[in-house]
């Protein structure tokens, strides 16, 4: 096995005592940063060259904090002034998954860059911290490079907003296949429309 493979192995069996003293002491590190930080390499090398990393000019990580649990509505003093339908402030669900929310806020932080995919790297028992990739799409060294220059088309702009990344997809339900699936592509919405919808001819 390489390095990579012994590292991956590693990775997990998170209960092991090296996993858990490492977490721990990083957990604390992450803590007194900023929300979203620029990583000088990645946390997880062995993760991040699955997704698509390379060390190489134009390629970046930034690590990103995301708040875990339930979404709390933004209300002031938690008065919600409206029908009592609406008078929920706690325990209301998120329509998108908390890595996509990661990425989202790099791609805010970095709107000249393009994002590649995240990974995990640590949580506690009120933030989840995700280790983001993304490529400078106008860097020589990218654009010359025939396996990751399709992300330098301007379709790929803000990719990560319009649930296009891994986590996106996975949250729009498009992480299987076959007979179960049938409903979710394009998309739910996409898929109820066609078959909802009536098409008439002009003249009939």
Not at 1 to 23: A, N
Not at 109 to 116: D, G, S
Not at 157 to 167: F, I, M, N, P, V
Request: charged share 30%.
């Amino acid at each position: 096995m390489g390095c990579y493979r012994y590292l991956q192995e590693l990775w997990r069996k998170k209960q092991s005592d090296t996993i858990r003293f490492l977490l721990r002491i990083r957990c604390w590190e992450y803590r007194q940063m900023s929300r979203v930080v620029r990583c000088s390499r990645p946390s997880r090398i062995d993760k991040a060259r699955r997704l698509g990393y390379k060390t190489k000019q134009g390629y970046s990580v930034f690590r990103a904090r995301v708040r875990r649990g339930d979404r709390k509505r933004i209300a002031r003093k938690g008065q919600v002034t409206g029908k009592p339908k609406y008078h929920g402030i706690h325990q209301l669900k998120n329509e998108k998954n908390i890595r996509r929310i990661a990425e989202e806020r790099v791609g805010r932080v970095a709107p000249n860059l393009r994002v590649l995919n995240s990974y995990w790297v640590n949580q506690d028992t009120v933030w989840k911290w995700y280790e983001v990739i993304c490529v400078d799409p106008f860097h020589p060294t990218i654009r010359s490079d025939p396996q990751i220059n399709w992300i330098c088309n301007p379709v790929h702009k803000h990719r990560e907003c319009r649930g296009l990344t891994s986590a996106g997809k996975i949250g729009r339900g498009l992480g299987g296949k076959g007979r179960r699936y049938q409903k979710n592509r394009p998309s739910r919405w996409a898929n109820w429309k066609r078959n909802n919808l009536i098409k008439l001819a002009r003249y009939r």
